[in-house]
């Protein structure tokens, strides 16, 4: 059974900074690609960025430069370090794992953005 638990949301100011991260609990990990996603109030899931198992990392357009995505095979824990948040980046904030034919998505943790 794969379950991918999420944590380190909150409440932040505008400037600031939060780190997430993803723990996934089962037999795979390390070979597949990971990433984030979030929900807006009112809004679609969008694609926040996306860690290849071998590390290589790409970053939606509104992200780019203010937040890393990283992993930590040893720990089966994936990152997302968030730095100079917005109000827009406030939402839920899911992980997902793509295990070849089966996705795995966590409960979400949220980020609220607000002065």
């Known amino acids: 059974q794969v379950q991918l638990v999420e944590s380190g949301g909150g409440l932040v100011q505008p400037g600031g900074s939060l780190r997430l991260s993803c723990v996934v609990s089962?037999?795979?990990?390390?070979?597949?690609?990971m990433g984030w996603y979030r929900q807006a109030p009112g809004k679609e899931r969008e694609w926040v960025a996306t860690?290849?198992?071998?590390?290589?990392?790409n970053y939606a357009e509104s992200v780019r430069g203010r937040f890393t995505i990283s992993r930590d095979n040893a720990k089966k824990t994936m990152y997302l370090q968030m730095n100079n948040l917005k109000p827009e980046d406030t939402g839920l904030y899911y992980c997902?794992?793509?295990?070849?034919?089966?996705?795995?998505w966590g409960q979400g943790t949220q980020v609220t953005v607000s002065s």
């Open positions: 997902k794992l793509n295990a070849g034919l089966s996705v795995y």
């Open positions: 860690i290849a198992s071998v590390g290589i990392s």
């Open positions: 089962g037999s795979i990990f390390s070979d597949y690609a």
